[in-house]
């Protein structure tokens, strides 16, 4: 079946060994592409590299919330360009994290907002991290939206009824990774099942949150067709089904090359 994990780390030191099979156990899997997101000015740069070398592998820049405070001066100037890379779709990850006290919370929010301006001023789509901070995320995202139309994506989407139908009337699109397959989130399944298909992707969020059944492992790309079976469950549709329509949802979201 056609699919496209549109959120992966492969970056990540724990892909070094064995990148290729990564990659060649991604495409028996059926998946098409990959987006390989940054967290860093570093990371954004390895990603960019990536997809250079592989032509199935689009990257995502940013700076992750928690690392925000980290940045040095001048390193969003340097995202901007990064950018502008015609194999770079999307900027991100940026949001809010009040799990992790990695960074001031009114950091986090210079960055977030900085994204999301890029994002209006370049075209590309921007991914959103929140964890712990729906509240903030949302009056970040309404205030950004009386400056522009919103393009974005709410990444590993594990929110409450309520912000779900929020950043539906905001515009935004979600992308659903392995915790809806965990048994005991009844709730989560039943949140998603109310978003409509057309603003439904999948990810993996890789190396992390490896989907049932096999939790615990490394996570990589190719268990992204778990996470589908587990939404064809949710929707009344065949794995078949749902990966064909996330991953035209992917390619329109993010202007990907069939």
Known sequence: MPLIDTHAHLDEQSFENDFADVLQRAAEAGLERIISVGTTVESSRTVIALSEQYPNVSAIVG????????????????????????????????????????????????????????????????????????????????????????????????????????????????????????????????????????????????????????RGQRNEPAYVAHTAKCLGDVFDLSPVEIGTITTENARRIFSLPK
């Open 63 to 214: 700076i992750h919330p928690n690392y925000s405070s980290q940045a040095n001066p001048g390193d969003f100037e340097i995202i901007e360009e990064l950018a502008r890379h015609p194999r770079v779709v999307a900027v991100g990850e940026t949001g809010l994290d009040k799990y992790w006290d990695f960074a001031p919370i009114d950091i986090q929010r210079e960055f977030f907002e900085r994204h999301i301006k890029l994002s209006q001023e370049c075209g590309k789509p921007f991914v959103v991290h929140c964890r712990d901070a729906e509240p903030e995320t949302l009056e970040v995202l309404h205030e950004m939206a009386e400056q522009g139309s919103l393009n974005g994506v709410m990444h590993s989407f594990c929110g409450s009824a309520a912000t779900r139908d929020i950043c539906l009337e905001l515009g935004m699109n979600f992308s659903v990774g392995g915790m809806v397959t965990y048994k005991k989130n009844v709730e989560l399944r039943e949140i998603i099942s109310g978003i409509p298909l057309d603003r439904l992707m999948l990810e993996t969020d890789c190396p992390y949150l490896s989907p049932i059944p096999v």
